[in-house]
């Protein structure tokens, strides 16, 4: 009926499970049971309040709030609060609830007070907004979970409120929005199974825990849009696993999260290789921004390995030996045997050369009987030394030292004009001077129809 959409605030293990505001889910079909007061600040010209409603989902009960009179919106500022509830004795409390929200209109607030009285006007009281620590509903009556709320600010409190504020106006309009299966508790950890024992494999490329419901925790390494993003909990082989989630959470390289969901295996096309991942998602916890893992540095030939599907690698000093092909893949090797390089989540550009070489990095997959390097963008693939896909036109150009610390030198054998681009495709100089100044990043330099990537350390 509804996605549940887990966030904690932490890893944390508890000695108990302390429930302060025990779970109001509305069945009783009474915004007020359980000590839950509302107050109506305004409501002008209609008559609003807080409301239970079973609209859209049969059986099951939640609260409504809306000021949309049937064809423009009124003014109003409507309040549901929680009882009181104690936190002298809390180590990590929690607030958790389901939202949904449907057109266009005021956020809705929640706000926490220590001084409230329990009646009366809330004005008389002082209300912090903790608003933004909530995960909201996108629209459309779409239920999510506002994740797990820290209140730990509140620890010692002996009177704490709890309260949803919703507002309207003729000029904003008047969003409708639900609220459901509200409660204050202690966050409680949950246990977690690594990846590795997901990753294990006793029949070739398929984990042995395929379809099992699991919960794993690790840092955003690489994310494909509106599709999911890979995970790891070590910096070592069997550490990574792909989370497909239709682009559901929001996430990003470094993040820290926990997963909960099912593990399956997937297989492009006519592939008969597969690729572990976690689908099904029904439980995503973002713990917080931390450094991404770095990557495993391997040969070329020791990337074609099970052991390495979904993890970080890096390949170093690897000559390219073919261009991309119909499928835009194309090939290094450092002397030990062939990686193949990928444009899944990124297409290198300038197009790679026979002949140059490159550092690559990027996440590994399986598909097509291959194992392919995926680089993220274009920090990921380093041009070492060798011609651009334009040297061979009719302006030769070199571009020296690359790497450099500080000053390129730009030879072109037409004196053309200059043009240096940074990442984003801006125009950052252009002249006939041969020799260049930069900060540090990574640049394209572009003198008639060659393009050479310089990095600036």
């Known amino acids: 009926m509804k996605r549940i959409l887990l966030l904690t605030s932490a890893f944390v293990t508890l000695a108990a499970n302390a429930q302060y505001v025990p779970l109001k889910d509305f069945q009783d079909m009474s915004i007020t049971s359980g000590g839950w007061t509302t107050q109506v600040v305004t409501s002008n010209p209609g008559t609003y309040n807080w409301a239970t409603s079973n609209q859209g989902t049969g059986t099951n009960y939640y609260a409504k709030a809306t000021g949309w009179n049937g064809m423009s919106a009124d003014n109003s500022e409507l309040w549901m609060i929680t009882p009181s509830f104690d936190l002298s004795g809390a180590s990590n409390p929690v607030l958790n609830f389901d939202n949904a929200k449907n057109f266009n209109g005021p956020a809705l607030a929640v706000k926490v007070s220590t001084d409230y009285s329990g009646t009366g006007a809330p004005s008389a009281a002082t209300w912090t907004d903790i608003s933004s620590s909530v995960t909201w509903s996108p629209g459309t009556f779409t239920f999510v979970n506002s994740g797990d709320v820290d209140l730990s600010t509140y620890i010692g409190s002996t009177s704490v409120y709890v309260a949803f504020v919703y507002t309207s106006t003729t000029a904003q309009g008047a969003a409708t929005w639900e609220i459901d299966d509200v409660e204050v508790r202690e966050f409680v950890a949950p ?128 000559t390219c030996t073919a261009v991309p092909n119909g499928f835009n893949e194309w090939t290094v090797n450092d002397g030990s045997g062939i990686a193949n390089v990928d444009d899944f989540l990124y297409a290198t550009t300038p197009a790679p050369v026979v002949g140059n070489l490159y550092n690559v990095t990027g996440v590994m997959t399986h598909s097509f009987a291959t194992y392919k390097v995926l680089p993220r963008d274009a920090n990921d693939v380093e041009l070492l030394s060798g011609a651009s896909i334009g040297e061979n036109e009719a302006v030769k150009v070199t571009v020296y030292p690359n790497p450099s610390s500080e000053v390129i030198n730009v030879v072109n054998t037409k004196g053309e004009n200059i043009r240096v681009y940074n990442t984003l495709g801006q125009l950052v100089i252009s002249t006939k001077n041969p020799q260049i100044s930069l900060n540090n990043g990574v640049y394209f330099v572009k003198v008639g129809d060659t393009t050479i990537r310089v990095i600036i350390r």
């Open 191 to 318: 246990t977690l199974t690594t990846i590795a024992e997901v990753q294990t494999t006793t029949s070739g490329d398929q984990s042995d825990m395929l379809g099992m419901n699991v919960t794993v925790g690790g840092r955003v390494s690489a994310i494909k849009t509106g599709s999911g993003f890979w995970i790891q909990d070590a910096a070592a082989a069997w550490s990574g696993i792909y989370v497909y989630d239709f682009g559901d959470n929001v996430v990003a390289i470094g993040d820290s999260v926990i997963v909960t969901g099912t593990v399956g295996e997937f297989a492009p096309g006519g592939s008969t290789e597969k690729a572990t991942q976690i689908s099904a998602v029904s439980n995503f916890s973002n713990v917080g921004s931390f450094t991404a893992y770095p990557a495993l540095n391997l040969s070329t030939t020791g990337v074609n390995s099970e052991m390495y599907e979904s993890v970080l690698v890096k390949v170093s000093n690897a």
